[in-house]
């Protein structure tokens, strides 16, 4: 991987370069800025668009500059989502009242309750398709997603993949969830995602469960394993992106970590390693939307510039996560032929066969969402 500068500079200075992978197989209405005032369905000049960190090219010129170079359209960015639970909190009340948000876009993923809930509310608009004819770049496995199903409010930004990361200076490997939440050497250095579906997902599979077909008794029992090694201090905390400083300063020993932050992680820090733990890991996607009082037409024009097979190579290239756009990994080699070959940006069947999905319908189980969040402390 080419080290480059991000957001995490301060964290990953004086690191060096080059690092090993580990597998066990493998709020105005109209959208806020200056936009003198236009309405919902009007094209705008600026689009204002809520992320999360580490998840877009930042050399120089990056896409977002040759976006406002092709479409004078210029974009504030927002890094600012830790955690879907999180974010939604802090929209969700001028959402629920009809009011804008400032916002264009915002992602939201697929493992979290949260894009269904948003479409069903009707807190989020219909994409302007007349703009995104790139949409026939789609890959056909996102096409129909259950809780958007002909793609009318949503498109996918990039899938990732939940395994362990681990750091050497504090431990060795750290390839399943037993010894995770076990192993006595890790007390008090262990971090959980706040994502049920994450570490849940996670737990199941270690329990030898299908957390694509979640029952109460199989959700109980990953429940209680989790907040036993809650009880004992095994876990100290439950986080969202927030896991990387921790990790890399060695306060965590090891954590449920996203694919695509690791790789960025790893490139400039040789301790830091990421694997997909023995029974299995979890896959999502996050999704952009367009919520209340942001502009279709503006988001549209953007989501249209992203799925160009050549804008999304660049941006996968950085972000090192699964891009959704056909065509990327012949993109790719031009760029990098490690990068095109490398199975955690372009998935092969065997890595793939080792992800799960959550349980759709589960996510949305009240029950479970209140027992979770007992055990995060909420």
């Known amino acids: 991987?080419?080290?480059?500068?991000?957001?995490?500079?301060?964290?990953?200075?004086?690191?060096?370069?080059?690092?090993?992978?580990?597998?066990?197989?493998?709020?105005?209405?109209?959208?806020?800025?200056?936009d003198g005032g236009a309405a919902e369905?009007?094209?705008?000049?600026?689009?204002?668009?809520?992320?999360?960190?580490?998840?877009?090219?930042?050399?120089?010129?990056?896409?977002?500059?040759?976006?406002?170079?092709?479409?004078?359209?210029?974009?504030?960015?927002?890094?600012?989502?830790?955690?879907?639970?999180?974010?939604?909190?802090?929209?969700?009340?001028?959402?629920?009242?009809?009011?804008?948000?400032?916002?264009?876009?915002f992602v939201f993923t697929d493992n979290s309750r949260y894009p269904g809930l948003l479409i069903g509310e009707g807190w989020v608009q219909q994409l302007d398709k007349d703009r995104i004819p790139n949409i026939d770049n789609l890959i056909e496995a996102q096409a129909s997603p259950p809780f958007d199903p002909d793609r009318e409010y949503s498109l996918p930004w990039q899938s990732g993949m939940t395994g362990i990361a681990w750091?050497?200076?504090?431990?060795?490997?750290?390839?399943?969830?037993?010894?995770?939440?076990?192993?006595?050497?890790?007390?008090?250095?262990?971090?959980?995602?706040?994502?049920m579906a994450d570490s849940v997902g996670l737990v199941m599979l270690a329990n030898g469960d299908d957390p694509g077909?979640?029952?109460?008794?199989?959700?109980?029992?990953?429940?209680?394993?989790?907040?036993?090694?809650?009880?004992?201090?095994?876990?100290?905390?439950?986080?969202?992106?927030?896991?990387?400083?921790?990790?890399?300063?060695?306060?965590?020993a090891a954590s449920v970590a996203w694919s695509g932050d690791m790789i960025q992680l790893l490139a400039d820090n040789p301790k830091l390693k990421w694997a997909v733990p023995a029974d299995g890991g979890m896959i999502w996607t996050d999704n952009m939307f367009v919520p209340t009082g942001g502009s279709p037409a503006t988001a549209s024009e953007y989501m249209n510039?992203?799925?160009?097979?050549?804008?999304?190579a660049r941006i996968a290239a950085y972000v090192n996560y699964v891009p959704p756009v056909k065509g990327v990994k012949e993109e790719l080699v031009k760029i990098d032929p490690d990068l095109a070959n490398n199975t955690l940006i372009i998935p092969d069947d065997a890595l793939l066969a080792q992800m799960n999905q959550y349980d759709s319908e589960a996510l949305n189980n009240d029950e479970h969402i209140t027992k979770w969040q007992a055990v995060r402390g909420q």
Do not use: H
């Open 41 to 105: 369905d009007e094209l705008k000049m600026v689009l204002n668009f809520a992320n999360w960190p580490l998840y877009i090219d930042e050399e120089k010129p990056t896409t977002l500059d040759d976006f406002t170079q092709q479409t004078g359209i210029k974009v504030n960015y927002f890094e600012e989502i830790n955690d879907n639970d999180e974010y939604f909190a802090k929209v969700q009340g001028p959402l629920s009242q009809g009011q804008g948000i400032d916002r264009d876009i």
């Open 305 to 312: 510039f992203v799925y160009d097979p050549a804008i999304a």
């Open 1 to 34: 991987m080419n080290p480059r500068m991000t957001r995490d500079e301060l964290l990953r200075r004086g690191a060096a370069a080059g690092a090993l992978f580990a597998f066990p197989s493998l709020l105005a209405a109209c959208g806020g800025g200056d």
């Open 213 to 252: 077909t979640v029952t109460d008794e199989s959700f109980q029992a990953a429940v209680d394993r989790v907040q036993a090694a809650v009880d004992s201090g095994q876990i100290v905390r439950f986080t969202g992106n927030d896991f990387a400083q921790p990790l890399t300063r060695g306060e965590f």
């Open 167 to 195: 750091n050497e200076d504090i431990t060795g490997p750290v390839e399943s969830i037993e010894q995770l939440l076990e192993d006595p050497a890790l007390k008090g250095k262990v971090s959980m995602l706040l994502e």
